[in-house]
């Protein structure tokens, strides 16, 4: 069928792919549309109601889409299923992640540039929140540290990988791969843009209890 014009049906039924401004198609899709150079491709509208608007599946299944969050209409969500996902704030640009349940898990604050993980409310660029009585909400790891020798902490300091005089490294003494090891407090204190690491400790806590300071 090629109409110019406007055409009113109740259904419609196509027997092969959907070419729309398009005389051949670039891909191996069902349907492939461009734009006519006005920028937009594809417009879909709900009339204000939450929801999904967009609905992926395979083979009958429901495994996502895009839509409105039930609880302002004018953001943007990603599904997982029927459960958001992802939910971006139209007025804000706030972005919100759940996890399979449905809960909000993970929080970017637009405005403050902050970041909460179990928070919706960050108080701090980076703020890390477990409500549990017994919690560990943040783990430095490393897949070598049951090597002696091997180092894993942070810095701390400015101007990204330069000046970064002080650190809290924990450092592998453990030759039978149980990651046992000490706790070195360093501070780097020449007057150049260089970085703390273990050889500038000035304190040290052994996994004995012993504590040496000025020596190791």
Not at 19 to 48: K, M, P, W
Not at 119 to 128: E, I, N
Not at 154 to 161: D, E, I, K, L, Q
Not at 193 to 213: F, L, P, Q, R
């Amino acid at each position: 069928i090629d109409v110019t014009g406007t055409v009113s049906a109740d259904g419609l039924t196509v027997d092969g792919d959907i070419l729309v401004n398009r005389t051949s198609a670039f891909t191996n899709a069902v349907i492939e549309v461009q734009d006519d150079g006005d920028g937009e491709v594809l417009a879909l509208n709900n009339n204000g109601t939450d929801g999904q608007f967009l609905r992926l599946y395979n083979s009958g299944t429901l495994i996502g889409g895009l839509g409105n969050s039930t609880s302002d209409v004018s953001s943007l969500s990603i599904y997982r299923g029927s459960t958001p996902a992802i939910n971006i704030d139209k007025g804000t640009g706030d972005i919100s992640f759940y996890d399979t349940a449905g809960t909000q898990s993970l929080f970017w604050d637009s405005s403050a540039e902050s970041l909460g993980l179990g928070t919706t409310s960050p108080s701090y660029r980076l703020a890390v929140r477990d409500d549990s009585t017994s919690s560990y909400p943040l783990s430095l790891e490393s897949n070598t540290i049951g090597d002696s020798g091997s180092h894993v902490g942070m810095r701390f300091g400015y101007a990204g990988n330069t000046y970064q005089k002080g650190a809290i490294i924990y450092e592998s003494t453990d030759v039978g791969g149980y990651g046992r090891g000490r706790f070195l407090f360093a501070l780097e204190g020449t007057s150049d843009s260089s970085n703390a690491d273990e050889t500038d400790a000035k304190m040290v806590i052994d996994y004995s209890g012993h504590v040496g300071i000025g020596t190791d």
